[in-house]
């Protein structure tokens, strides 16, 4: 954080979506947010793994239904390597069984599908860091 408390740099944001469509719609939201951000995006929970390697995100959007390791995997093995961004999962598939196990893993927020623009904006600001001790999300 700077001087007078505003970040440093711009709050790198990973969106995980394999919809190109959809991923082009939440990139044209963010602008909303108010706020410096860098955003990437990847079609795969295996792509997001690595790029996150080569430089961690400080926000990590994810769909949960993807090619090959769906979203909670993918925020399982971020975990597992020590990494606890804070999270958005979003999916078409909502059901009390999905709402358990976000609740069980502690997911920041979740959005079922569809949603408006507007309700995903307002998750992701809730999400945004707001002092140092949301800086360190890693090892």
């Known amino acids: 954080m700077g001087a007078n408390g505003t970040r440093d740099r711009p709050i790198r944001i990973l969106l995980v979506e394999d919809d190109s469509h959809i991923g082009r719609i939440i990139e044209l939201s963010l602008p ?7 955003f990437v995006s990847a079609i795969s929970a295996e792509d ?16 949960y239904n993807l090619r090959g390791m769906n979203g909670i995997q993918l925020i399982e093995e971020l975990r597992r390597q020590g990494f606890r961004p804070p999270t958005l999962l979003v999916t078409a598939y909502d059901s009390s069984v999905m709402r358990r ?3 069980n893993l502690r997911i920041d927020a979740y959005l079922p599908k569809p949603f408006f623009m507007d309700d995903l904006v307002n998750a992701v600001r809730r999400l945004l860091p707001t002092s140092s001790t949301h800086e360190v999300n890693g090892p």
């Open 32 to 38: 909303e947010l108010g706020v410096p951000y860098e």
């Open 48 to 63: 997001a793994l690595e790029q996150w390697h080569r430089q961690p995100f400080d926000m990590l959007l994810t769909d």
């Open 101 to 103: 196990e976000v609740r």
